[in-house]
């Protein structure tokens, strides 16, 4: 995994970029400002490791443009993509779980441009300012619910459910509209969805050879999109 480019010297933000996005969506651009003079912004290239998994929490980050694959490796040593945070939402925010060291790695996707702030600034800013705790433990909700519901796919779905599943939701987050159908906003392999799944890369090619024959996806070069939504929904087993 690629290193990180280091922030430009007084490289100053503009308050409009976190203006509207959680958990800051409810304060007013002095407080903001506040905010921002205390982040440290950088840019990573594709495949940069953000944080490793283990390593103590030292700072919390905003990812502003890009996406971050969190990861988790297995006790048999396996590598498990556990979820992709998109742009506009925070990350490494092991406080908010009461953690001191990071439960996942973090790697990026795509180029990407994050803000990060002390892990010591988290209490202060829960107390300071109004709105950031709450908004933080939303975001920390859908999270959990994401994360049960991928555990309930695993235990109860076939492998080509829990493949569209993974497809689906990259589309509900990422998806932009191309010719031909929506594509996946980000490089996206095969093996990057045998991992999200649980499958092997096998398995997972086999599916997706499948599924272009059948005209339900394309895919080449890193990426995937998705040219039948209906009947991926329908593969998925989400037709309630």
Same mark, same amino acid.
């Given at each position: 995994?690629?290193?990180?480019?280091?922030?430009?010297?007084?490289?100053?933000?503009?308050?409009?970029?976190?203006?509207?996005?959680?958990?800051f969506?409810?304060?007013?651009?002095?407080?903001?400002?506040?905010?921002?003079?205390?982040?440290?912004?950088r840019?990573?290239?594709?495949g940069?490791?953000?944080?490793?998994?283990?390593?103590?929490?030292?700072?919390?980050?905003?990812?502003?443009?890009?996406?971050?694959?969190?990861? =988790?490796?297995s006790? +048999?040593g396996?590598q498990?993509?556990?979820? &992709?945070?998109?742009?506009?939402? %925070?990350? *490494?925010?092991? #406080?908010?779980l009461?953690?001191?060291?990071?439960?996942?790695?973090?790697v990026?996707?795509?180029?990407?441009?994050?803000l990060?702030?002390?892990?010591?600034?988290?209490?202060?800013?829960?107390?300071?300012?109004?709105?950031?705790s709450?908004?933080?433990?939303?975001?920390?909700?859908?999270?959990?619910?994401?994360?049960?519901?991928?555990?309930?796919?695993?235990?109860?779905?076939?492998?080509?459910?829990?493949?569209?599943?993974?497809?689906?939701?990259?589309?509900?987050?990422?998806?932009?509209?191309?010719?031909?159908?929506?594509e996946?906003d980000?490089?996206?392999? =095969?093996?990057?969805? +045998?991992?999200?799944?649980?499958?092997?890369? &096998?398995?997972?090619?086999?599916? %997706?050879? *499948?599924?272009? #024959?059948?005209?339900?996806?394309?895919s080449?070069?890193?990426?995937?999109?998705?040219?039948?939504?209906?009947?991926?929904?329908?593969?998925?087993?989400a037709?309630?």
């Open positions: 995994m690629r290193n990180a480019k280091r922030a430009r010297p007084h490289f100053r933000l503009d308050e409009s970029l976190l203006t509207g996005l959680p958990p969506s409810k304060l007013d651009s002095r407080q903001i400002r506040e905010i921002l003079d205390q982040a440290s912004a840019r990573y290239d594709e940069s490791a953000v944080f490793e998994e283990g390593r103590s929490a030292e700072r919390f980050f905003m990812l502003l443009d890009g996406y971050i694959r969190v990861v =988790r490796i006790p +048999s396996e498990v993509i556990v979820m &992709h945070i998109p742009g506009g939402q %925070l990350f *490494g925010i092991a #406080k908010a009461g953690h001191t060291t990071y439960p996942a790695t973090a990026t996707a795509a180029e990407s441009l994050a990060s702030w002390p892990t010591r600034l988290w209490d202060t800013f829960v107390a300071q300012y109004e709105g950031f709450t908004e933080t433990y939303k975001t920390v909700g859908t999270r959990l619910g994401e994360m049960n519901n991928r555990i309930m796919e695993m235990a109860t779905q076939q492998v080509e459910q829990r493949i569209a599943n993974a497809i689906l939701r990259l589309v509900n987050q990422t998806g932009r509209k191309v010719e031909g159908g929506i996946i980000f490089p996206i392999t =095969r093996q990057d969805l +045998s991992e999200m799944t649980g499958s092997t890369l &096998h398995t997972v090619s086999r599916t %997706l050879s *499948g599924w272009e #024959k059948h005209g339900l996806i394309s080449g070069r890193k990426r995937i999109t998705v040219c039948d939504p209906h009947r991926l929904v329908l593969l998925s087993g037709t309630g």
